[in-house]
């Protein structure tokens, strides 16, 4: 089985704090993805990675970013987190194009 | 643009049939995915399409029609543990998923 982890499951911050949100894989997908998911709104994809050192923007990139220096690691930081930011984030990992996407348990992240 | 609807909210009964409705407009298509998310938990896969038909899958099956830009999930005997919410996804041409809020069914006795 497909295993997806996420660093924390709750996470409380303060406005202007620097967020690190890890995602950690153990079945070697290329592909990773981060969503934010919010009440009423479909999954929102903030940024994903289709190998080691490589990082593409998705949707809603602005005020985040990403690093991805091992293949089984995808790390989501806020530089400065705002209250706007306050949701649900979501880690997926694929394995190639054309399958179905694994997730983690995610984290939900209060900026205050 | 692209824009996927889905109900936001259905009820149904226990042992019932129910179908929920999803349409996309995407730009490009390569197919379509249905996920379940029980609150507070992650996402996970239920079905993919990409051609015309019903697949079925034990209890669930999932329908698409490419020309009419509209799939549905379709849950029989429903079971208590059936009360999620129901992702659609559809995959446009650069392979991104697109996705809909989520229909939340709610089962009862």
């Known amino acids: 089985d497909v295993k997806v982890t996420q660093s924390s499951r709750y996470l409380v911050k303060r406005t202007g704090e620097k967020v690190f949100l890890e995602c950690v894989q153990d079945?070697?997908?290329?592909?990773m993805f981060w969503y934010r998911q919010d009440p009423g709104l479909g999954l929102r994809l903030i940024y994903f990675?289709?190998?080691?050192?490589?990082?593409e923007k998705g949707d809603i990139p602005e005020g985040y970013s990403v690093s991805r220096e091992k293949k089984e690691r995808f790390s989501l930081i806020l530089e400065s987190a705002s209250t706007n930011q306050t949701s649900m984030y979501l880690c997926?990992?694929?394995?190639?194009?054309?399958?179905?996407?694994?997730f983690g348990p995610g984290t939900r992240l209060t900026v205050t | 643009g692209q824009n996927i609807d889905q109900p936001t909210e259905m009820t149904a009964t226990e042992g019932a049939i129910v179908q929920i409705n999803c349409t996309y407009q995407?730009?490009?298509?390569?197919?379509l995915f249905w996920y379940q998310q029980h609150a507070g938990e992650a996402p996970t896969f239920l079905s993919y399409n990409v051609l015309d038909g019903l697949e079925e899958k034990g209890r669930f099956s999932s329908f698409l029609s490419r020309s009419k830009g509209y799939s549905y999930l379709l849950l029989k005997e429903l079971q208590m543990k059936d009360s999620a919410s129901y992702l659609c996804a559809a995959m446009d041409s650069n392979y991104q998923l697109i996705w809909g809020a989520g229909t939340k069914l709610i089962i009862k006795p």
């Open positions: 079945m070697d997908h290329e592909n």
């Open positions: 990675s289709y190998d080691v050192k490589m990082k």
């Open positions: 997926a990992t694929q394995k190639g194009e054309v399958y179905e996407q694994y």
């Open positions: 995407t730009s490009g298509f390569n197919g």
